[in-house]
């Protein structure tokens, strides 16, 4: 059931086409407005459209879709997250490209756990593991030498 009550940026038709090629994520979260927050403050994602229901969010080339549970209530996946709080367990959304001492550093100033700090790792990469609202673990990396 959406809660909006104007009318949205986009005919979701519209929006559905205009999607490029590639992989995307949805994130379900309670409430748009948080994920939304961490996304562009922490993350610094870049947000094409939001509102109570939905929000668009452009990260690192990428489309990242956030829509609130309560979108979900005629749809299947509504059983696989009512009542949890933590999302995204064992899944780490990886951020190629992203200063991960940067992130981590905006991450510790609003209040969110870092799981792992930033880090040379011997794959080539430095990293580090963020928690984001409803627990969704992010992992902003760049190309060591690079």
């Known amino acids: ?32 407005a948080e994920m939304e927050a961490f996304c562009r403050d922490v993350l610094g994602g870049r947000i094409v459209y939001s509102d109570v229901d939905f929000a668009v969010v452009e990260l690192l080339g990428s489309v990242l879709m956030l829509h609130a549970d309560h979108t979900y209530l005629d749809h299947a996946m509504i059983g696989v997250i009512d009542g949890v709080e933590l999302r995204g367990l064992g899944m780490e959304i990886r951020l190629y490209g992203a200063d991960p001492d940067a992130v981590e ?29 409803h627990g969704y673990i992010f992992v902003p990396s760049l190309a060591l030498g690079v």
């Open 1 to 32: 059931m959406k809660k909006r009550t104007g009318t949205p940026w986009m005919d979701a038709d519209a929006f559905g086409r205009s999607l490029p090629r590639g992989v995307g994520l949805n994130l379900l979260v309670p409430e748009v």
């Open 105 to 133: 550093a905006r991450a510790r100033a609003a209040g969110h756990t870092v799981l792992a700090g930033s880090l040379d790792k011997p794959h080539g990469i430095r990293e580090c593991h963020v928690v984001g609202p």
